[in-house]
Nanobody, 123 residues
């Protein structure tokens, strides 16, 4: 699986951004898809994940109520809608795929990674 993330940019606090991740491969709908973020000097942090259907979705407490993950299995895409952004949301955001039936919340549980897209939230 190859992943290509896009949609990052500069936004003011309180604003919104939508990240997208396009995946190659015919078995996309069998993967758990996740979003992580990382700032320099820190470990990659779990943000959200979604199983093959939108009935199983998980969020980090820090983004719950502000971020929404979704997937389109027909288009092989996963998105992260981010609202009410805060300066502490500034990071490089990565999409990831996990070849397993259950969600993982740590980076080492994911098998494939996109290249990352930078989100900068100014105060």
């Amino acid at each position: 699986v190859q992943l290509q993330a896009s949609g990052g940019g500069l936004v003011q606090a309180g604003g919104s951004l939508r990240l997208s991740c396009a995946a190659s491969g015919r078995t996309f709908n069998s993967y758990v898809m996740g979003w992580f973020r990382q700032v320099p000097g820190k470990e990659r942090e779990f943000v959200a994940a979604i199983r093959r259907t939108e009935f199983s979705i998980y969020y980090a407490d820090s983004v719950k109520g502000r971020f929404t993950i979704s997937r389109d299995n027909a288009q092989n895409t996963v998105s992260l809608q981010m609202k009410s952004l805060k300066p502490e949301d500034t990071a490089v955001y990565y999409c990831a795929a996990r070849n397993a039936p259950v969600v993982g919340t740590t980076a080492n549980e994911y098998d494939y990674w996109g290249q990352g897209t930078l989100v900068t939230v100014s105060s």
